[in-house]
Structures are given as structure tokens and as C-alpha cells.
């Protein structure tokens, strides 16, 4: 089955600096590949995704990257604003039996200190 | 997106006793899924209902354990059976959406705690 691992476990910073998380995964078929972010006591919120016909997608302060040859993907955050803190988690898809299922890594605690 | 409901939102619960979860949808969906969270973790697929048919369980849960219904296409239950303290967790219901499907959102979660 698919394995993903994400790193930094934690990443701290200062407000206004970039972060930059990153993913990578083992199963080629995967072709779907999302960001969630996660507020403490608060539902995975999808932030952003990309899908493998993509190298990079941007929306405002957010950018992920995709390189599909090397099987890593990477979360890009710049201009970190306090209300950025929580825990980000990445995941790659696989159609699987009809659906689409996710495998997720183990998620990046995200602190920028005012 | 979708908007998601659960209920209930958190219960304490009775070692050996069970529970059941419900997850409300305001559209209908085909694929519904069911995860479990423990607590500073990572999230875990328990099985996915797709209306009509049993659930797919992913490796290390069984339907003895996690019974699931889907009568339709806005509604699905998760049931916690014989519970035990390492069943403690917080348990999501997600739905496919999207042109393609492949995008899931959460419902808001339910917090578990086994005593």
C-alpha cells in the first residue's frame, strides 16, 4: 500500500518568515494530493491541492509543488501570520475500487511566534 | 463543499459498552468514510460505505468491532463495539466530493474518551 512520510514533525518561526513542509510517498499510481490544515479541537480544513497533471499551484500565501518522478510534494507558506499555527497534514490519493483514498502522513505542527 | 454534521459531538463511555455515531450530510454523496484520530495522531481510515453496498474495511478493522450503516445517500453510522479504553479517539466522517470526487471534507468529529 501507499506510505507517506512528512517532515518536520514540528517547524517553528517567526512571523512574516516562509515554511516549507514537505511529503513524499511510495505508490506511483497515487495522482490526487492534498493539504489539510488542522486547528487544534477543530475538523482537517483542506487548504489547498494539486492533482498529478500539475507540477505547482498557488493561492494567495500558499503554494504546493509536485514532482512526480521523485514522489515528493511540498506545502509552501509565506508571509506566516499567527492564525497560521495548527497542524498540516499531507496526503496522495489512489483510485482504489471506485474511490479515491487517502493516505496521510503524519502531520507538521506548524507555531509562528509573533 | 458539503456541510457535515455528527452526532454526538463527545461522550464518555463505560468499558464493554458500544456507541453509535452519526454522520448527517446536506447533499447526497456516494462515498462517505469513516476515521479514526487518536489523540496528537495522524488520521487512519477505519472503511468507507458506499450507499447499497457493505463497507470496505481497511486493514485492521473489522466489521465485528465497527459495524457501519448507509441506508441512503446523506447519512451514515459508525458503532463502536465492546469498547475498551484504547478505543479512546476521536472519530470523523468524511465525504467525496468535488467534480471528481476524489476531495474529501470532515465532518466535525466526535471525541471518544473509554473509561
Known amino acids: 500500500g501507499e506510505n507517506v512520510e512528512q517532515h518536520p514533525s514540528t517547524l517553528s518561526v517567526q512571523e512574516g518568515d516562509s515554511a516549507v513542509i514537505k511529503c513524499t510517498y511510495s505508490?506511483?499510481?497515487?495522482?490526487?494530493f492534498p493539504w489539510y490544515k488542522q486547528e487544534l479541537g477543530k475538523r482537517p480544513q483542506l487548504i489547498i491541492d494539486?492533482?498529478?497533471?500539475?507540477g505547482e499551484k498557488k493561492d494567495q500565501r500558499i503554494a504546493v509543488t509536485l514532482n512526480k518522478t521523485a514522489k515528493h510534494f511540498s506545502l509552501h507558506i509565506t508571509e506566516t501570520q499567527p492564525e497560521d499555527s495548527a497542524v498540516y497534514f499531507c496526503?496522495?490519493?489512489?483510485?482504489?475500487?471506485?474511490?479515491?483514498?487517502?493516505?496521510f502522513g503524519r502531520g507538521t505542527s506548524l507555531i509562528v511566534h509573533p | 463543499s458539503a456541510v457535515i454534521s455528527q452526532k454526538p459531538s463527545r461522550d464518555i463511555c463505560q468499558r464493554g459498552t458500544s456507541l453509535t455515531i452519526q454522520c448527517q450530510v446536506d447533499?447526497?454523496?456516494?462515498?462517505m468514510f469513516w476515521y479514526r484520530q487518536q489523540p496528537g495522531q495522524s488520521l487512519t481510515l477505519i472503511a468507507t460505505?458506499?450507499?447499497?453496498?457493505?463497507?470496505?474495511?481497511e486493514s485492521g478493522f473489522v466489521i465485528d468491532k465497527f459495524p457501519i450503516s448507509r441506508p441512503n445517500l446523506t447519512f451514515s453510522t459508525l458503532t463502536v463495539s465492546n469498547m475498551s479504553p484504547e478505543d479512546s479517539s476521536i472519530y470523523l466522517c468524511?465525504?467525496?466530493?468535488?467534480?471528481?470526487?476524489?476531495?474529501?471534507?470532515f465532518g466535525p468529529g466526535t471525541r471518544l474518551t473509554v473509561l
Open positions: 447533499s447526497q454523496v456516494t462515498m
Open positions: 494539486i492533482r498529478s497533471n500539475v
Open positions: 468524511s465525504v467525496g466530493a468535488g467534480s471528481r470526487t476524489d476531495t474529501q471534507y
Open positions: 460505505a458506499n450507499q447499497g453496498s457493505e463497507a470496505t474495511y
Open positions: 496526503a496522495a490519493s489512489t483510485l482504489s475500487g471506485g474511490s479515491y483514498i487517502p493516505t
Open positions: 505508490d506511483s499510481a497515487s495522482n490526487y
